[in-house]
């Protein structure tokens, strides 16, 4: 029987809907097709967690900050938001952790671990994000956003200035993004190059088992 829920669906540039369903999913884990679907993977976290925040457009006018006036992009300025963008993140980053620990659900194992596990995978793939690994990430950012809209122990969240600025506790939303769409494009770089029977694609396996289940 044809499983006809989505996998993943998304418009092209051109407006063409392109949906595949977790029956097609599950033919390409038959055949191991590892490139397709590491493709899909990728496209799944892209859609749900990163596009949005990359969309631009050219409108702009004039602001007055600091009682000076300056000209920025409308939809930049007025509607991008690096708590937003953090939010997204943080819910991203506890799923691709269940995906590389191949668990179904991170309610399963401390919350502490899942961005324990990402943290470290930084250091393989070499990501700056790996700098947040000892600073209680998941507590002071993670919870507090989620449950409360808000940062714990003074952390402050900005979309300009470095990645991680310690001292100050200031983190900038915009390239924490772009570091984890990094880490996506190095998982899905490891999921193609990695043999069939390696444990990055029995975890990964086991991940999209429990997503093709629960959705029959």
Do not use: P
């Not at 000076?68 to 937003?84: A, H, N, P, R, Y």
């Not at 671990?113 to 000892?134: A, G, R, T």
């Not at 494009?185 to 990964?204: A, H, V």
Request: aromatic share 14%; net charge positive.
């Amino acid at each position: 029987m044809k499983n006809n829920t989505s996998f993943l669906r998304f418009y092209t540039k051109k407006g063409i809907l392109i949906n595949y369903s977790m029956t097609e999913l599950e033919e390409l884990i038959k055949e191991k097709k590892k490139k397709e679907i590491a493709e899909l993977i990728y496209k799944r976290f892209y859609y749900r967690f990163i596009k949005v925040f990359e969309y631009s457009d050219n409108k702009k006018k004039i602001y007055q900050k600091d009682k000076k006036k300056v000209i920025k992009k409308v939809f930049e300025t007025e509607f991008k938001s690096g708590f937003l963008i953090l939010v997204s993140s943080c819910v991203m980053i506890e799923t691709i952790s269940s995906f590389i620990q191949g668990i179904d659900k991170t309610e399963n194992i401390s919350g502490i671990q899942s961005f324990d596990v990402f943290f470290k995978k930084c250091f393989s793939y070499n990501n700056d994000l790996k700098i947040f690994q000892q600073d209680k990430f998941y507590t002071n950012i993670r919870n507090a956003l989620l449950h409360q809209g808000e940062t714990y122990s003074n952390f402050k969240i900005t979309r300009e200035g470095k990645l991680y600025e310690k001292e100050e506790r200031k983190i900038n939303a915009t390239l924490f993004l772009i570091n984890l769409k990094e880490f996506l494009i190095e998982y899905k770089k490891e999921l193609i190059e990695k043999n069939w029977e390696d444990e990055i694609w029995t975890n990964c396996k086991n991940k999209l088992e429990c997503i093709i289940k629960k959705s029959e």
